[in-house]
């Protein structure tokens, strides 16, 4: 298979607090991984990129100081939202990439976020 | 620039009627085409990726078909558990970074009433 997980599912905020959420790949491993936010009714935008052991490459437009990434090993990235408003409010979803002759992205379950 | 469209937005279907879903991209240098299914709430689910022209891949109901400029989801005898929206997304070279990109399509939003 190839399972990936995020953690929390849900979390609710007070404004200017910050908030970390994992993605793990559960059965392989993932050089590359990626976080996307979705708002609703809408598709997946692309925030960043994220390659293990070196620095995160962000989308035009996503704040790198904000949008906080690390990829520490090759199954876990966290994303941390720092100083958090309920403008971040919304669907964050993480994906890893398995290195095999296909290169598709698998998906975590996302992490809903609302900060009040 | 690089564009990925689906349609329809949304598509509402009796159970047992066989319809498509289009995708249409505009890419520099197609990696690969992929189909996922999104449930509200969920994470996108992977169906298929199709890397070159007149490939196809089939899953249960689901076939997917790839042309130069689209992609094609067909549902055959569509049951109401396949109502989600269905996304697609390409797979181009980023020419600035040489890391490989992924855009989604917005989705089309499919209904199969019992």
């Known amino acids: 298979g190839a399972v990936v997980s995020q953690h929390p599912s849900r979390v609710i905020c007070k404004s200017g607090t910050s908030v970390k959420i994992e993605c793990r790949s559960l059965?392989?491993?993932?050089?590359?991984m990626f976080w996307y936010r979705q708002f609703p009714k809408q598709s997946l935008m692309l925030m960043a990129t994220?390659?293990?052991?070196?620095?995160?490459?962000?989308e035009q437009g996503v704040e790198k100081d904000k949008f906080l990434i690390n990829h520490a090993s090759l199954t876990l990235s966290t994303l941390t939202v720092t100083s958090a408003h309920p403008e971040d409010s919304s669907f964050y979803i993480c994906?890893?990439?398995?290195?095999?002759?296909?290169?598709?992205?698998?998906f975590g379950p996302g992490t809903r976020l609302t900060v009040l | 620039e690089d564009q990925v469209t689906q349609s329809p937005e949304a598509l509402r279907l009796q159970e047992g009627e066989s319809s498509s879903l289009n995708c249409s991209y505009t890419v520099s240098g197609l990696r690969g085409l992929f189909w996922y299914r999104q449930d509200p709430g969920k994470g996108p689910e992977f169906l298929f990726t199709l890397y070159s022209a007149g490939e196809e891949k089939e899953k249960e109901r689901l076939k997917a078909t790839l042309t130069k400029k689209e992609s094609f989801l067909h549902i055959t005898a569509p049951k109401p558990e396949d109502s989600a929206t269905y996304l697609c997304a390409v797979q181009d070279r980023d020419m600035k970074t040489s890391y490989d990109k992924v855009i989604f399509g917005p989705g089309t939003s499919l209904s199969v009433i019992p």
């Open positions: 994220s390659n293990e052991g070196s620095k995160a490459t962000y």
């Open positions: 994906s890893a990439r398995r290195l095999s002759s296909y290169n598709e992205q698998f």
């Open positions: 059965d392989f491993q993932a050089t590359t």
